[in-house]
């Protein structure tokens, strides 16, 4: 199903920011979408706009009960799926030692198990189907990490490797997967969907203090535009043999060049000692 008219959409986190510039372009376009949040308050507008194709449902991702209720639900309303979209998160500014318990599990609750709780429950209609497209949405942050972003990032790292053998998974069944790495976009993120940890430590002030100042400073000034980054998705699952990883933004492009020439560079420092660890033939 190539026509964008005709897609149907499932998309996680579309209160806000990408979710919601997502779902408002793909209803645009005409597909049926699948909206969901953990309240559906802000799709009064969205629904009364296009009431036969906004399909709003209430939705933890971190219940996977709720999740494949959820789901049930959608596939008796439409009868198919076609792109599966997780970007439901939550960012979290804190050094390692800094970050709560519970912050740390609801970091990788929502994230990590919230989108595998999804595409668990979205794989047997894929399969049955043989056709379909999961994104997921991950972040600069799992190209290189940064001080403050250690549990926010390892979550999104942790994404991209269940997504890269889920991907070798079911390509032969005919389901795409793709990875979006945003860079600094215009949303909400920083400003509201950014935890604290409730007590700093001094010592990290010059890491984890220098990248949450420079954050606060950049919040509302990201090159990054939402609707275009909507854009770029959207013709990405029109694609008929889309990329498993795409960078949005020139931050997100240029970070992932730098990174790949500086680890190549850095692998061949440490050939020769990897190549000693083999048995003598």
């Known amino acids: 199903m190539n026509d964008p008219q005709k897609k149907v959409w499932f998309i996680t986190g579309c209160s806000s920011g990408f979710g919601r ?58 009868g198919r799926l076609d792109v599966v979209v997780n970007n439901a998160g939550y960012g979290l500014l804190a050094s390692l030692e800094e970050s709560t ?22 794989l047997p209609a894929l399969r049955a189907q043989r056709s379909g497209h ?43 997967l793709t990875l979006v790495q945003p860079g600094p976009f215009r949303t909400d993120f920083i400003s509201r969907s950014l935890e604290e940890p409730p007590s700093a430590i001094a010592d990290y002030s010059g890491t984890v203090g220098k990248f949450s100042a ?28 889309p990329p498993f990883r795409v960078a949005l933004g020139k931050y997100a492009s240029e970070k992932v060049d730098r990174v790949l020439k500086a680890r190549l560079r850095e692998a061949e420092t440490v050939k020769e000692l990897g190549f000693g660890t083999e048995y003598k033939s």
């Open 101 to 122: 318990e519970l912050q740390l599990r609801r970091n990788f609750d929502t994230m990590v198990f919230g989108a595998v709780h999804v595409m668990r429950a979205v």
């Open 21 to 78: 510039a997502l779902a408002e372009r793909a209803l645009a376009t005409g597909a049926t979408v699948a909206v969901t949040a953990r309240s559906i308050e802000s799709f009064v507008g969205l629904k009364a706009q296009y009431p036969s194709t906004c399909l709003p449902h209430v939705l933890d991702v971190v219940d996977p009960l709720r999740v494949q209720d959820v789901i049930r639900s959608v596939l008796a309303q439409t």
């Open 214 to 241: 420079f954050l606060r400073k950049m919040d509302g000034h990201q090159p990054g535009d939402p609707a275009k980054a909507a854009a770029a998705i959207i013709r990405l699952v029109e694609m008929e043999n």
């Open 134 to 176: 999961i994104v997921n949405i991950s972040a600069a942050a799992a190209i290189s990490n940064y001080a403050g972003f250690s549990i926010y990032g390892g979550a999104k790292s942790a994404l991209e490797g269940i997504s890269e053998g889920l991907a070798a998974e079911v390509k032969p069944l005919g389901i795409k």
